[in-house]
């Protein structure tokens, strides 16, 4: 999440709203958004059913995998990160960049 | 003579183990999983709550539909890295 916070000016800039989505509590994530400095939401998908809709549930951990979707304005997935490649979200915010570039 | 050949059977033995490919579970692990939505699929939509330190506030994806980009970062636990 700290990496979102870090280019979320770039991301507002490119008409991106940022989301944060975990199975926590909503009043541990806002412990969580304040100890990390996060001014997004951070949702709560308390009980997992979004995160079971989204086909990302880990049944081991009880938790989601990490995963970050990039949703256009038509509500259409445009990019995917999964795992490991989820803590670094630079192709996302590329990708925004390029989509405000073309637009 | 007896003894000799039992070693050499276990030495066989021994290096076919070793020059067997790992397991397919092992292997697995260096790919990850595929997720079921694609890219091009629409998101399912939904509707949730976050704490802004007074209230709790509702958030759905369809509230930004046709107005920006929505980035939804799911994390595995609330104080962990990442």
């Not at chain 1, 979320?8 to 008409?15: F, V």
């Not at chain 1, 009980?47 to 990302?56: E, H, L, S």
């Not at chain 2, 003894?3 to 397919?24: D, F, H, Q, T």
Request: charged share 25%; net charge positive.
């Amino acid at each position: 999440m700290k990496a979102f916070q870090q280019n979320l000016q770039k991301l507002e800039a490119a008409d991106t709203q940022v989301l944060g989505v975990s199975m926590d509590s909503p009043f541990a994530n806002k412990a969580f958004a304040d100890q990390i400095g996060v001014t997004f939401p951070l949702l709560s998908d308390w009980g997992g059913d979004v995160t079971r809709k989204y086909g990302i549930y880990v049944d081991k951990y009880k938790a989601p995998r990490r995963v970050n979707f990039l949703i256009g304005k038509d509500g259409r997935i445009l990019e995917e990160q999964v795992d490991r490649e989820a803590i670094n979200p630079t192709k996302i915010v590329d990708a925004c960049e390029r989509k405000k570039l073309s637009r | 003579m007896k003894l000799k050949s039992s070693l050499a059977i276990l030495g066989v033995a021994l290096l076919a183990s070793a020059l067997a490919p790992p397991p397919a579970e092992a292997q697995g692990k260096a790919q990850p999983e595929a997720l079921q939505l694609k890219v091009g699929d629409p998101a399912p939509d939904f509707k949730l709550q976050y704490f802004d330190g007074s209230n709790l506030k509702d958030v759905s994806l369809s509230q930004y539909r046709g107005k920006s980009n929505v980035v939804v970062a799911f994390y595995i636990f609330a104080f962990t890295g990442g």
